[in-house]
């Protein structure tokens, strides 16, 4: 089993930038994909990026150019460092990991932009 903690959501004006943090509780050296969503009020749960073991990455369109997705193995921990941030970008932010076939979530972060 993999437990996964979500931080560094808050409240930030358009234009500015905040990095989220996913720790887990074992090594991510062998977890195959981990990844961000989000879930805006009222709304589904979207893709925001993925990362592979290998280090290749996926952005949905919506954050293309603004967002970089990163996990650093020897500290356990997977960022997601969103600049140029939108209201349309407040949200819920999960991150996820599958390994062996299974799913794993955080419990989430918000992220609120507005001024």
């Known amino acids: 089993q993999v437990q996964l903690a979500e931080s560094g959501g808050g409240l930030v004006q358009p234009g500015g930038s905040l990095r989220l943090s996913c720790a887990a509780s074992r090594s991510i050296f062998s977890i195959n994909v981990m990844g961000w969503y989000r879930q805006a009020p009222g709304k589904q749960r979207d893709l925001v990026a993925t990362i592979t073991i290998s280090g290749s990455t996926m952005y949905a369109d919506s954050v293309k150019g603004r967002f970089t997705i990163s996990r650093d193995s020897a500290k356990n921990t997977m960022y997601l460092q969103m600049d140029s941030l939108k209201p349309e970008d407040t949200a819920v932010y999960y991150c996820?990991?599958?390994?062996?076939?299974?799913?794993?979530w955080g419990n989430g972060t918000l992220v609120t932009v507005s001024s």
């Open positions: 996820n990991a599958i390994k062996y076939g299974l799913n794993y």
